[in-house]
């Protein structure tokens, strides 16, 4: 703390913060790019039995804005979370390791392979089958009504932007490029998919922000 | 309905409890057992085809060919599983050799491949027209529209109707294109990709040979072009077949051809998996492998963590295989992909319940027999298990009546996965925990009984040399004693580095291990890319463009389905064995005379074509990605599905000079034919060759290195303070050894509080003072005034109680730490002017008793050295900025004080007896001695303000609250004193800081009060042995002796409310906050959790082997340490444990908490904070330079976060100023 001493601690100590801010949100922000990456490929794969060469570069060229997008709004999402608790004054004390939180993703993840992946009878099955697959994800591993009603909130925004985006021609779902349009099948899976996705990366945020403590400590050390 | 449940619960329990004892009673039968039904079950996977990308083939005769049926039948045994239904697409392949013959010198290198080309355009009018009852428009193979990414291709492959692949395409199949076309090689070049092509490329779709092969080129030596026309057609008609095959025979005879056209094959396609596929698939297992490890990272307190932590992992993946043997077995074949659906059914079924009973045996007490461990942790567990299995049970019926098919089928994998899961939890692992709690309890056995001969009394903790009757005089025996048992324990963690070492090489390795196999993959699933590419290369080196003929197999990467293609080239050194076709109007003379010179360097005048084996099935000549690509493009997956490759039709066609002339492009004769054709191409070739191998070796290098930064950023240097993977390490890491890796640089300095001569005993504060008192009976009083990161310490006044030591010279460094006396600086300069109580305590003669050993007498010669308060109260400037220069402070302010202020000695106190319990409030230092005095000082002055001697037995331990004394004694008895002044209360303005209101509400009495200490109860029979515990809160006292029980007496009348009783041991450590919530630890390990006003134990629970040394509990949580060096945290409301700490053999016992998540422990000449929150390790400070096994045996955490603990003579301040920061 030798660095500190011409300064106030307090001082050091909104310094230390803000930076424990940005690196909890630079991993929020990488880890909603790689998940979007990711999950953007499997639906992509519903369409696309196999990849010409071409292809991938032509999926990742076109509307490349979509994976920062994504990664700032889980940045966003993974930093309301804990933020909301501490509001709320009811920490989430539910299940807080990082297993759950692994497993979580896990879980996610395949719930966008299942709605990417298997043939559904019809629009109303898999928007059933997404529907109780994402409630289940968030009483397995949230159980909290904040996290519930954050959740819907932003699943409902983030459906409607996506809409009026469509709508108005800005982009093209990606797994839809190739095929003639399906706006139903897409509005089936869509919030379901916002919901989960919200719900995993508030269950990230808070677990990173465990951390807080920890990373000034780091940080310390290393100066 | 209370009832059924309990009912149902008991019996679960009882039942869980008997398979508990056993399994633990023959684990051998019972692991041989579960590997014998693991090994049944999962026998039928055997017959699962294994995982490969190669393609496979079958061959069948044309004549007799029917489509097969979609039903399996069961005679055909060599008929393959999949041969059933009609195929993709049938392939039929016209193989067109074109040469120019004879060859005319003044003919330019163009015209090799110009006009042989153009004939395509020829024969493909041909074939499109050609009818017989059915054109080849109903025939064929519809495709309806390209994929839609790939705009590149649009102009080139067809878009609509027939698929019907040629070199034409490049040119729209249009002749006048063909001939308007300036550069027919760069149109073919001009779709090239870029770089390494690692499938199939455009050229070899539309040339259907393999571009070598075309003689496309200006260095076409043998000047004959090779290209096929591929029809794909849908459906199999035998008779429009043969008579396009006899159409095209009858145009373009082939004279010596003698290819064989009566079997078709069949190639069968795997799953392919492409890096796109790969991409969430690795994803989803490298979530999986976090999942694991952070699971398997919570197993604790067993022997070996990697050995349950693997046996966890086998239980869950043999459940899975035995599921999917299972289902396999009978009858279910697996659709879904296995390895997709794998992770997720990983997750599914969970790690929680492994844990979870590794966790409930693991907390039974430990001085139970193995077997009954095993089965109570088992039936503790048992109803929450099986609620848990029912729940998942019930939540996967759920989604089998989704009625989607592959959810189904999941959930059926999951079902089974789950059943055989609990089978294997409760006979496998439940057998394995138990042969390591047994290993566990056999090392346990093994290290405590050197452990405990080695280690003198003194050593457990701060409490327990008061148990043992005192020896009449402490003497400093025991103290040095330890430092050789300190020593031996440091030698194991010398080897320790080691593996240190080793481990942390060893995770390396598994990175590198893990690179090797991934790049091995990425080579596996496309062996059609640079393995090919390169052994390509390799054969086109050899000389005189001979593969064929060398010790070189081309195929040499080609996937097995290719081994029976030959892919020499067309033109073999059998120099035209048979007798070459000649066209009439073709001189035979011209002919000999070309043959008769077949010079190396001079190319034939007369190109031969001739028809070899290898043309037969060409196709096998072309990547195995050739098919499933040029599909593909036209969104048509050929994965787990075949195509039918009908026998080529073959095509000789020899044009004439005159005809290439003709079809010559003006701008053919301008580009000179390239001078070096030879070397440069060898050179070029050679090049390639160096380069793809440069581009791997950089891309192997830049793979790893990417990998390695990865491994630093989650793996920070010290893998001690944060490592992530080294969850081992992590808890465990010592924080009070200094190994071989260096230790973290502490920036928080400790301040070193120099003066005492021997061993700290007593620490003692309310928040302003700080009392110490060494074994000499001297007590040191610190005035810890902080602000920040100044420091200022004034060392107030001390009260010593001087040994001299007679005999002493025998032991110098005892002697000279003696006679240094109170101001030990380390300095000779203060040696000297401290010579006033030196000379004074030599002067005495007492008799020497023992020569041969250090006999330190005791002496009646105090020396108090006391200050008046205007020294006191000197200005912090002139006070002594503490940021690192202790030392010089102490010489510039201890030699003034004590020679200034030399008092004589009052003789009234006892010295023969030691000082065993010290508190301090207010300004009164209560003070209990071995001889069963009571002495009041005042902290201040340094005065003897009263002493009451009205018991005898030693007081081990004291509680000064309010105005009261409890005073717990050796015979356990308990007095309560009451502490009578005169004068009303006052506030002594020199003490305390301005603005900090964390001052205690202790009384302060001012140095003219009379101050009485009146005895006004003494409980004779509290206890029936030692006290060895007394803690006083909230107007509650608390005892706690070796006669196993707590209790409880209220204050104000010394009235006992409660006798708790409940441990099986001496108490060792109580804590009792303002909140009436009562913590108490035995020598048996067990914590329980009282009730104060009810007198009701909360819980019970045993963390520890050994005693519990020490207790603190912050709101949420109770911390525990104990002599295992284990440093447990439980929840306080459930007394579940949250984690435990493993600390280093020989750590100290001492706990302290700053604030609600930061824990201050003792090390061995260190002291380390921890995060509760995780149990983290987030530094060590280490106390002295060299750190020598001065163990930390009491702390203080003062209320301004700064820490004081013993160390040695000496006493340790340190300061955190981010935890200051943390608590505002």
Same mark, same amino acid.
């Given at each position: 703390?030798?660095?500190?001493?011409?300064?106030?601690?307090?001082?050091?100590?909104?310094?230390?913060?803000?930076?424990?801010?940005?690196?909890?949100?630079?991993?929020?922000?990488?880890?909603?790019?790689?998940?979007?990456?990711?999950?953007?490929?499997?639906?992509?794969?519903?369409?696309?039995?196999?990849?010409?060469?071409?292809?991938?570069?032509?999926?990742?060229?076109?509307?490349?804005?979509?994976?920062?997008?994504?990664?700032?709004?889980?940045?966003?999402? $993974?930093?309301?979370?804990?933020?909301?608790?501490?509001?709320?004054?009811?920490?989430?004390?539910?299940?807080?390791?990082?297993?759950?939180?692994?497993?979580?993703?896990?879980?996610?993840? $395949?719930?966008?392979?299942?709605?990417?992946?298997?043939?559904?009878?019809?629009?109303?099955?898999?928007?059933?089958?997404?529907?109780?697959?994402?409630?289940?994800?968030?009483?397995?591993?949230?159980?909290?009504?904040?996290?519930?009603?954050?959740?819907?909130?932003?699943?409902?925004?983030?459906?409607?932007?996506?809409?009026?985006?469509?709508?108005?021609?800005?982009?093209?779902?990606? $797994?839809?490029?190739?095929?003639?349009?399906?706006?139903?099948?897409?509005?089936?899976?869509?919030?379901?998919?916002?919901?989960?996705?919200?719900?995993?990366?508030?269950?990230?945020?808070?677990?990173?922000?465990?951390?807080?403590?920890?990373?000034?400590?780091?940080?310390?050390?290393?100066? | 309905?209370?009832?059924?449940?309990?009912?149902?619960?008991?019996?679960?329990?009882?039942?869980?409890?008997?398979?508990?004892?056993?399994?633990?009673?023959?684990?051998?039968?019972?692991?041989?057992?579960?590997?014998?039904?693991?090994?049944?079950?999962?026998?039928?996977?055997?017959?699962?085809?294994?995982?490969?990308?190669?393609?496979?083939?079958?061959?069948?005769?044309?004549?007799?060919?029917?489509?097969?049926?979609?039903?399996?039948?069961?005679?055909?045994?060599?008929?393959?599983?999949?041969?059933?239904?009609?195929?993709?697409?049938?392939?039929?392949?016209?193989?067109?050799?074109?040469?120019?013959?004879?060859?005319?010198?003044?003919?330019?290198?163009?015209?090799?491949?110009?006009?042989?080309?153009?004939?395509?355009?020829?024969?493909?009018?041909?074939?499109?027209?050609?009818?017989?009852?059915?054109?080849?428009?109903?025939?064929?193979?519809?495709?309806?529209?390209?994929?839609?990414?790939?705009?590149?291709?649009?102009?080139?492959?067809?878009?609509?109707?027939?698929?019907?692949?040629?070199?034409?395409?490049?040119?729209?199949?249009?002749?006048?294109?063909?001939?308007?076309?300036?550069?027919?090689?760069?149109?073919?070049?001009?779709?090239?990709?870029?770089?390494?092509?690692?499938?199939?490329?455009?050229?070899?779709?539309?040339?259907?040979?393999?571009?070598?092969?075309?003689?496309?080129?200006?260095?076409?030596?043998?000047?004959?072009?090779?290209?096929?026309?591929?029809?794909?057609?849908?459906?199999?008609?035998?008779?429009?077949?043969?008579?396009?095959?006899?159409?095209?025979?009858?145009?373009?005879?082939?004279?010596?051809?003698?290819?064989?056209?009566?079997?078709?094959?069949?190639?069968?396609?795997?799953?392919?998996?492409?890096?796109?596929?790969?991409?969430?698939?690795?994803?989803?297992?490298?979530?999986?492998?976090?999942?694991?490890?952070?699971?398997?990272?919570?197993?604790?307190?067993?022997?070996?963590?990697?050995?349950?932590?693997?046996?966890?992992?086998?239980?869950?993946?043999?459940?899975?295989?035995?599921?999917?043997?299972?289902?396999?077995?009978?009858?279910?074949?697996?659709?879904?992909?296995?390895?997709?659906?794998?992770?997720?059914?990983?997750?599914?079924?969970?790690?929680?319940?492994?844990?979870?009973?590794?966790?409930?045996?693991?907390?039974?007490?430990?001085?139970?027999?193995?077997?009954?461990?095993?089965?109570?942790?088992?039936?503790?567990?048992?109803?929450?298990?099986?609620?848990?299995?029912?729940?998942?049970?019930?939540?996967?019926?759920?989604?089998?009546?989704?009625?989607?098919?592959?959810?189904?089928?999941?959930?059926?994998?999951?079902?089974?996965?789950?059943?055989?899961?609990?089978?294997?939890?409760?006979?496998?692992?439940?057998?394995?925990?138990?042969?390591?709690?047994?290993?566990?309890?056999?090392?346990?056995?093994?290290?405590?009984?050197?452990?405990?001969?080695?280690?003198?009394?003194?050593?457990?903790?701060?409490?327990?040399?008061?148990?043992?009757?005192?020896?009449?005089?402490?003497?400093?025996?025991?103290?040095?004693?330890?430092?050789?048992?300190?020593?031996?324990?440091?030698?194991?963690?010398?080897?320790?580095?080691?593996?240190?070492?080793?481990?942390?090489?060893?995770?390396?390795?598994?990175?590198?291990?893990?690179?090797?196999?991934?790049?091995?993959?990425?080579?596996?699933?496309?062996?059609?890319?640079?393995?090919?590419?390169?052994?390509?290369?390799?054969?086109?080196?050899?000389?005189?463009?001979?593969?064929?003929?060398?010790?070189?197999?081309?195929?040499?990467?080609?996937?097995?389905?290719?081994?029976?293609?030959?892919?020499?080239?067309?033109?073999?050194?059998?120099?035209?064995?048979?007798?070459?076709?000649?066209?009439?109007?073709?001189?035979?003379?011209?002919?000999?005379?070309?043959?008769?010179?077949?010079?190396?360097?001079?190319?034939?005048?007369?190109?031969?074509?001739?028809?070899?084996?290898?043309?037969?099935?060409?196709?096998?000549?072309?990547?195995?990605?050739?098919?499933?690509?040029?599909?593909?493009?036209?969104?048509?997956?050929?994965?787990?599905?075949?195509?039918?490759?009908?026998?080529?039709?073959?095509?000789?066609?020899?044009?004439?000079?005159?005809?290439?002339?003709?079809?010559?492009?003006?701008?053919?004769?301008?580009?000179?034919?390239?001078?070096?054709?030879?070397?440069?191409?060898?050179?070029?070739?050679?090049?390639?060759?160096?380069?793809?191998?440069?581009?791997?070796?950089?891309?192997?290098?830049?793979?790893?290195?990417?990998?390695?930064?990865?491994?630093?950023?989650?793996?920070?240097?010290?893998?001690?303070?944060?490592?992530?993977?080294?969850?081992?390490?992590?808890?465990?890491?010592?924080?009070?050894?200094?190994?071989?890796?260096?230790?973290?640089?502490?920036?928080?300095?400790?301040?070193?509080?120099?003066?005492?001569?021997?061993?700290?005993?007593?620490?003692?504060?309310?928040?302003?003072?700080?009392?110490?008192?060494?074994?000499?009976?001297?007590?040191?009083?610190?005035?810890?005034?902080?602000?920040?990161?100044?420091?200022?310490?004034?060392?107030?006044?001390?009260?010593?109680?001087?040994?001299?030591?007679?005999?002493?010279?025998?032991?110098?460094?005892?002697?000279?730490?003696?006679?240094?006396?109170?101001?030990?600086?380390?300095?000779?300069?203060?040696?000297?002017?401290?010579?006033?109580?030196?000379?004074?305590?030599?002067?005495?003669?007492?008799?020497?008793?023992?020569?041969?050993?250090?006999?330190?007498?005791?002496?009646?010669?105090?020396?108090?050295?006391?200050?008046?308060?205007?020294?006191?109260?000197?200005?912090?400037?002139?006070?002594?900025?503490?940021?690192?220069?202790?030392?010089?402070?102490?010489?510039?302010?201890?030699?003034?004080?004590?020679?200034?202020?030399?008092?004589?000695?009052?003789?009234?106190?006892?010295?023969?007896?030691?000082?065993?319990?010290?508190?301090?409030?207010?300004?009164?230092?209560?003070?209990?001695?071995?001889?069963?005095?009571?002495?009041?000082?005042?902290?201040?002055?340094?005065?003897?303000?009263?002493?009451?001697?009205?018991?005898?037995?030693?007081?081990?331990?004291?509680?000064?609250?309010?105005?009261?004394?409890?005073?717990?004694?050796?015979?356990?008895?308990?007095?309560?004193?009451?502490?009578?002044?005169?004068?009303?209360?006052?506030?002594?303005?020199?003490?305390?800081?301005?603005?900090?209101?964390?001052?205690?509400?202790?009384?302060?009495?001012?140095?003219?009060?009379?101050?009485?200490?009146?005895?006004?109860?003494?409980?004779?029979?509290?206890?029936?042995?030692?006290?060895?515990?007394?803690?006083?809160?909230?107007?509650?006292?608390?005892?706690?002796?070796?006669?196993?029980?707590?209790?409880?007496?209220?204050?104000?009348?010394?009235?006992?409310?409660?006798?708790?009783?409940?441990?099986?041991?001496?108490?060792?450590?109580?804590?009792?906050?303002?909140?009436?919530?009562?913590?108490?630890?035995?020598?048996?390990?067990?914590?329980?959790?009282?009730?104060?006003?009810?007198?009701?134990?909360?819980?019970?629970?045993?963390?520890?082997?050994?005693?519990?040394?020490?207790?603190?509990?912050?709101?949420?949580?109770?911390?525990?340490?104990?002599?295992?060096?284990?440093?447990?945290?439980?929840?306080?409301?459930?007394?579940?444990?949250?984690?435990?700490?493993?600390?280093?053999?020989?750590?100290?016992?001492?706990?302290?908490?700053?604030?609600?998540?930061?824990?201050?422990?003792?090390?061995?000449?260190?002291?380390?904070?921890?995060?509760?929150?995780?149990?983290?390790?987030?530094?060590?400070?280490?106390?002295?330079?060299?750190?020598?096994?001065?163990?930390?045996?009491?702390?203080?955490?003062?209320?301004?976060?700064?820490?004081?603990?013993?160390?040695?003579?000496?006493?340790?301040?340190?300061?955190?100023?981010?935890?200051?920061?943390?608590?505002?």
């Amino acid at each position: 703390m030798s660095h500190c001493a011409p300064v106030s601690l307090r001082t050091c100590l909104t310094v230390y913060l803000t930076t424990n801010l940005g690196i909890r949100g630079a991993m929020l922000f990488s880890v909603g790019v790689f998940l979007a990456l990711v999950l953007n490929l499997l639906q992509v794969q519903r369409n696309v039995t196999l990849f010409p060469p071409d292809v991938i570069s032509s999926i990742f060229s076109s509307a490349w804005w979509v994976p920062p997008c994504c990664g700032t709004a889980s940045a966003i999402i $993974g930093l309301l979370y804990p933020c909301i608790d501490s509001r709320l004054g009811e920490p989430h004390k539910f299940k807080r390791e990082w297993s759950s939180v692994m497993r979580c993703v896990a879980v996610f993840v $395949g719930i966008n392979h299942a709605s990417a992946k298997v043939d559904f009878a019809n629009n109303v099955q898999l928007s059933l089958t997404l529907a109780a697959l994402s409630i289940g994800l968030w009483w397995t591993f949230d159980r909290s009504r904040s996290g519930f009603g954050l959740g819907v909130s932003i699943a409902l925004l983030a459906t409607l932007a996506t809409q009026l985006l469509v709508y108005n021609g800005v982009f093209h779902y990606q $797994g839809l490029q190739y095929t003639s349009p399906d706006f139903l099948y897409i509005r089936s899976w869509l919030p379901c998919i916002f919901f989960a996705g919200v719900i995993t990366m508030g269950n990230i945020g808070r677990q990173l922000a465990l951390y807080e403590y920890k990373f000034i400590q780091e940080k310390t050390h290393q100066d | 309905m209370m009832t059924l449940r309990e009912q149902l619960r008991e019996k679960i329990s009882a039942a869980f409890y008997r398979h508990g004892l056993l399994c633990a009673s023959y684990p051998v039968p019972i692991i041989l057992f579960t590997s014998a039904s693991i090994l049944t079950c999962c026998y039928p996977l055997l017959r699962l085809p294994l995982p490969g990308t190669g393609p496979v083939e079958f061959t069948t005769g044309v004549r007799d060919y029917s489509v097969p049926s979609h039903e399996p039948q069961g005679d055909l045994g060599e008929r393959p599983d999949w041969y059933r239904g009609p195929p993709v697409a049938y392939i039929q392949q016209v193989l067109v050799k074109a040469a120019v013959s004879p060859w005319d010198s003044s003919l330019v290198t163009v015209d090799v491949f110009r006009s042989p080309l153009s004939r395509a355009f020829s024969l493909l009018e041909e074939i499109r027209n050609h009818v017989h009852s059915d054109s080849l428009e109903t025939l064929c193979l519809q495709v309806t529209g390209l994929f839609p990414g790939l705009r590149r291709m649009q102009s080139v492959l067809p878009e609509h109707g027939c698929l019907l692949v040629s070199p034409g395409n490049y040119w729209q199949n249009q002749r006048e294109l063909f001939d308007s076309d300036p550069d027919l090689l760069k149109t073919i070049q001009k779709h090239e990709p870029k770089g390494l092509h690692t499938s199939a490329t455009l050229r070899d779709l539309l040339f259907g040979v393999p571009g070598k092969y075309t003689g496309v080129s200006h260095y076409n030596r043998k000047r004959v072009v090779t290209y096929t026309i591929t029809l794909v057609l849908s459906s199999y008609d035998a008779r429009f077949l043969g008579s396009l095959r006899a159409r095209l025979k009858q145009l373009h005879p082939s004279a010596n051809c003698s290819l064989r056209d009566d079997h078709m094959v069949h190639v069968h396609f795997k799953e392919e998996i492409g890096i796109a596929e790969l991409i969430p698939l690795v994803t989803t297992y490298i979530i999986l492998f976090a999942y694991i490890y952070f699971s398997t990272r919570k197993i604790d307190m067993v022997k070996s963590k990697w050995g349950l932590a693997l046996a966890a992992v086998v239980t869950v993946l043999s459940s899975l295989l035995m599921s999917v043997g299972l289902c396999t077995l009978f009858g279910l074949t697996p659709t879904l992909n296995g390895g997709e659906i794998f992770p997720y059914l990983v997750v599914v079924i969970g790690l929680e319940n492994v844990l979870v009973l590794t966790k409930s045996v693991v907390s039974t007490p430990v001085d139970l027999e193995v077997k009954l461990r095993i089965a109570q942790g088992l039936s503790n567990e048992s109803w929450s298990i099986m609620k848990n299995m029912a729940t998942e049970l019930c939540i996967i019926l759920i989604g089998y009546f989704t009625l989607v098919p592959a959810i189904q089928e999941f959930c059926l994998f999951a079902v089974v996965g789950l059943v055989s899961d609990f089978f294997l939890q409760m006979f496998f692992f439940t057998t394995v925990l138990s042969i390591d709690i047994r290993r566990m309890e056999l090392a346990d056995l093994n290290r405590r009984l050197p452990a405990e001969a080695g280690l003198p009394p003194p050593k457990p903790g701060p409490l327990r040399p008061r148990e043992v009757p005192p020896p009449p005089r402490p003497s400093p025996h025991t103290i040095t004693l330890q430092t050789p048992a300190f020593r031996n324990l440091r030698l194991p963690k010398r080897l320790r580095v080691v593996y240190f070492l080793a481990r942390t090489r060893l995770a390396q390795r598994i990175i590198m291990v893990g690179t090797v196999i991934w790049i091995g993959i990425l080579v596996y699933t496309d062996p059609a890319g640079i393995r090919t590419y390169l052994a390509a290369q390799v054969s086109e080196q050899s000389p005189l463009g001979d593969p064929g003929g060398g010790g070189l197999p081309p195929h040499l990467g080609v996937a097995p389905v290719f081994r029976g293609g030959d892919p020499t080239s067309t033109l073999s050194i059998h120099p035209a064995p048979d007798p070459t076709p000649l066209p009439e109007n073709q001189s035979q003379g011209h002919h000999g005379s070309a043959r008769a010179g077949p010079l190396p360097q001079a190319p034939p005048a007369v190109p031969q074509i001739t028809w070899g084996a290898e043309d037969e099935e060409g196709w096998r000549r072309l990547s195995f990605r050739h098919w499933p690509s040029l599909f593909s493009y036209y969104n048509i997956t050929l994965a787990k599905r075949y195509i039918s490759i009908l026998p080529v039709i073959p095509v000789t066609v020899h044009v004439s000079p005159q005809e290439a002339i003709e079809t010559r492009h003006p701008q053919d004769t301008r580009h000179p034919p390239p001078p070096i054709p030879k070397v440069s191409a060898d050179l070029q070739t050679d090049l390639t060759l160096y380069k793809v191998a440069a581009l791997g070796l950089a891309a192997g290098v830049l793979l790893v290195l990417l990998l390695f930064c990865l491994y630093r950023v989650l793996c920070p240097r010290n893998y001690g303070q944060n490592g992530v993977a080294h969850g081992r390490r992590r808890r465990g890491d010592l924080p009070c050894d200094d190994y071989g890796y260096s230790p973290p640089v502490s920036e928080i300095s400790p301040l070193l509080l120099r003066g005492h001569s021997m061993d700290i005993e007593c620490l003692a504060s309310d928040g302003m003072l700080l009392a110490s008192c060494c074994l000499a009976g001297q007590i040191r009083v610190w005035d810890a005034q902080t602000e920040r990161h100044n420091i200022d310490f004034n060392g107030c006044w001390e009260q010593r109680d001087g040994w001299d030591s007679v005999g002493g010279a025998t032991e110098p460094e005892c002697l000279g730490s003696e006679a240094r006396g109170p101001s030990v600086s380390g300095d000779g300069l203060s040696e000297e002017e401290d010579s006033y109580p030196l000379r004074h305590r030599t002067a005495p003669a007492r008799p020497t008793l023992f020569t041969d050993q250090p006999d330190l007498t005791p002496l009646i010669d105090t020396n108090f050295t006391s200050q008046p308060p205007s020294h006191l109260s000197t200005p912090p400037r002139e006070g002594f900025d503490f940021g690192g220069l202790v030392e010089r402070a102490y010489i510039e302010h201890e030699p003034p004080s004590n020679s200034t202020y030399p008092s004589p000695s009052s003789a009234t106190a006892d010295w023969e007896s030691s000082v065993w319990a010290m508190e301090l409030r207010g300004n009164l230092i209560a003070a209990g001695r071995s001889s069963g005095k009571l002495e009041l000082w005042d902290a201040v002055e340094g005065s003897l303000r009263c002493s009451n001697e009205d018991g005898v037995s030693g007081i081990t331990a004291l509680a000064f609250l309010n105005n009261r004394i409890v005073a717990a004694r050796l015979n356990g008895s308990l007095d309560f004193f009451t502490v009578e002044i005169n004068k009303p209360l006052c506030l002594l303005q020199y003490r305390g800081a301005p603005g900090r209101g964390s001052m205690p509400p202790s009384p302060c009495y001012s140095s003219e009060d009379v101050i009485s200490c009146q005895l006004t109860r003494s409980v004779q029979c509290a206890h029936q042995k030692p006290i060895t515990v007394l803690r006083a809160a909230a107007g509650r006292v608390v005892t706690g002796s070796q006669d196993h029980t707590v209790r409880i007496y209220r204050l104000e009348d010394s009235c006992c409310l409660f006798t708790l009783q409940g441990h099986s041991g001496g108490i060792t450590a109580i804590y009792i906050d303002q909140t009436m919530v009562l913590a108490s630890g035995g020598q048996d390990g067990a914590i329980c959790l009282w009730d104060v006003l009810t007198g009701s134990r909360v819980s019970h629970v045993y963390g520890h082997r050994g005693d519990v040394t020490s207790l603190v509990c912050t709101t949420s949580c109770v911390i525990s340490s104990g002599l295992d060096d284990l440093i447990c945290i439980w929840d306080r409301s459930t007394g579940i444990k949250l984690y435990s700490i493993q600390q280093e053999v020989g750590c100290g016992a001492s706990l302290g908490v700053i604030s609600e998540s930061l824990l201050v422990t003792g090390g061995q000449g260190c002291v380390s904070f921890w995060d509760l929150n995780f149990g983290d390790l987030l530094q060590t400070v280490y106390l002295g330079q060299s750190s020598d096994g001065q163990g930390v045996r009491q702390l203080l955490v003062l209320d301004n976060a700064a820490i004081v603990c013993d160390f040695g003579s000496e006493l340790s301040l340190v300061y955190v100023p981010s935890v200051l920061e943390k608590l505002d």
